[in-house]
Each structure stands twice: as structure tokens, then as C-alpha cells.
């Protein structure tokens, strides 16, 4: 099945300083590249996603990066804020088994004011 | 708002009780739900594939009869812990999606605590 890495476990950044979070996959098939936003007790929530037929896609201060051919993806938070701190898991999709989601392990990022 | 609610938020049950989750899609009907586990600090890992009117799908070292699996309609899935133990403790989660490689929506989770 498919495996998803992701690194850092731990990201701290100053506020108004960028984060970046970096995922691979295994499976070449994987369609699909959604990035959530957990925040502690609660569900995770869609902050931007992208389709293997799309490079790169940008929503305000976060930008999501693919490589097919390397299997990797990336997330990008400009400007960053206290209230982005959260865990952030990013996931890759199957072709053919639609949303079966398969997590990277999370990123814990901690905004310091 | 909330399209997937999850049911209960929170539950307490003794060992070698067996409890029951719902999910359900509130305003779109869902052939497919998927059921995530995630334990403190942890990602969510899929435990299984519920299928409309079929057998659920379940991940390799997920036991389906500890981990039962109905989806009985188009817009509910429930999952019964079959005689709960501690190590069952975590946090459960239900997702479905509108359509086929599209946002996924979660249930807002429970947390099951078993004594």
C-alpha cells in the first residue's frame, strides 16, 4: 500500500517567518495530495490541496509544491501567525481506491509571538 | 457547517464491554466512509473501508471481529468496539467524501476510554 513520510516531526518558527512541511509517497498511482490542519482534541481540518496534474496552487499565505516525478510534496506558510500553530498532517490519495486517505506522521509547528 | 457528524464525542466504558460509533453524512448520501485511529501525539491511521451494502475493507492488522464495521444506509457507518480493552483507548474518526479524490470530510472524533 501507500506510504507516506513526513518531515519535520517538530517545526518552531518566529512569528512572520515561513514554515515549510515536506512529504513523499511510494505509490505513483497516488492522485490526490490534501494537507489538514489538526488542532489539539479536535478534527482535522482542509487547508489547501492539490491534483497530480497541478505543480503548484497558492491560497493567501499557504502554497502547496508537487513533484511527480520525485514523489514529493510540500507545504509553504508565508507570514506565519500564533494561531497557525497546530499539527499538520499531509495525505495522498489513490487512484483507484478514491479517498482512502494515508497520512504522513504530522508536523507539530509552534508560531512563537 | 459540519457535513460528517461523529456520535458519541466522548465515551467511558468498562473492559469487555462493547461500544458503538456512528457516523453519518448529513447532507450528502456516502456509499463510502473510511475509519481512522489516531492515539496521542500519533497520525490517524486508516483502520478501514466501509462499503454501502458490502463488507467493510480493513487494513492489514486491523482484526475485523474486534473492529465491526455496518454501513446499513447511504448516510451511516458505525463501528463497534467488540469487547473493549484498555489498549482499545484512542481517539476514533470517521471521514467521508462527496465525491471520489475530493475533500474528505471528518466526524469531529470520539474519544473512547476504556477502564
Known amino acids: 500500500g501507500e506510504n507516506v513520510e513526513q518531515h519535520p516531526s517538530t517545526l518552531s518558527v518566529q512569528e512572520g517567518d515561513s514554515a515549510v512541511i515536506k512529504c513523499t509517497y511510494s505509490d505513483s498511482a497516488s492522485n490526490y495530495f490534501p494537507w489538514y490542519k489538526q488542532e489539539l482534541g479536535k478534527r482535522p481540518q482542509l487547508i489547501i490541496d492539490i491534483r497530480s496534474n497541478v505543480g503548484e496552487k497558492k491560497d493567501q499565505r499557504i502554497a502547496v509544491t508537487l513533484n511527480k516525478t520525485a514523489k514529493h510534496f510540500s507545504l509553504h506558510i508565508t507570514e506565519t501567525q500564533p494561531e497557525d500553530s497546530a499539527v499538520y498532517f499531509c495525505?495522498?490519495?489513490?487512484?483507484?481506491?478514491?479517498?482512502?486517505?494515508?497520512f504522513g506522521t504530522g508536523t507539530s509547528l509552534t508560531v512563537i509571538p | 457547517g459540519a457535513v460528517v457528524s461523529q456520535h458519541p464525542s466522548w465515551v467511558i466504558c468498562k473492559s469487555g464491554t462493547s461500544v458503538k460509533i456512528e457516523c453519518r453524512s448529513l447532507?450528502?448520501?456516502?456509499?463510502?466512509m473510511f475509519w481512522y485511529r489516531q492515539f496521542p501525539k500519533q497520525s490517524l491511521m486508516l483502520m478501514a473501508t466501509s462499503n454501502e451494502g458490502s463488507k467493510a475493507t480493513y487494513e492489514q492488522g486491523v482484526e475485523k471481529d474486534k473492529f465491526l464495521i455496518n454501513h446499513a444506509s447511504l448516510t451511516l457507518s458505525t463501528l463497534t468496539v467488540t469487547s473493549a480493552h484498555p489498549e482499545d483507548s484512542s481517539f476514533y474518526i470517521c471521514?467521508?467524501?462527496?465525491?471520489?479524490?475530493?475533500?474528505?470530510?471528518f466526524g469531529q472524533g470520539t474519544r473512547l476510554t476504556v477502564v
Open positions: 471521514s467521508a467524501p462527496r465525491q471520489v479524490n475530493t475533500e474528505a470530510f
Open positions: 495525505a495522498a490519495s489513490h487512484l483507484l481506491t478514491g479517498n482512502q486517505f494515508y
Open positions: 447532507d450528502f448520501q456516502a456509499t463510502t
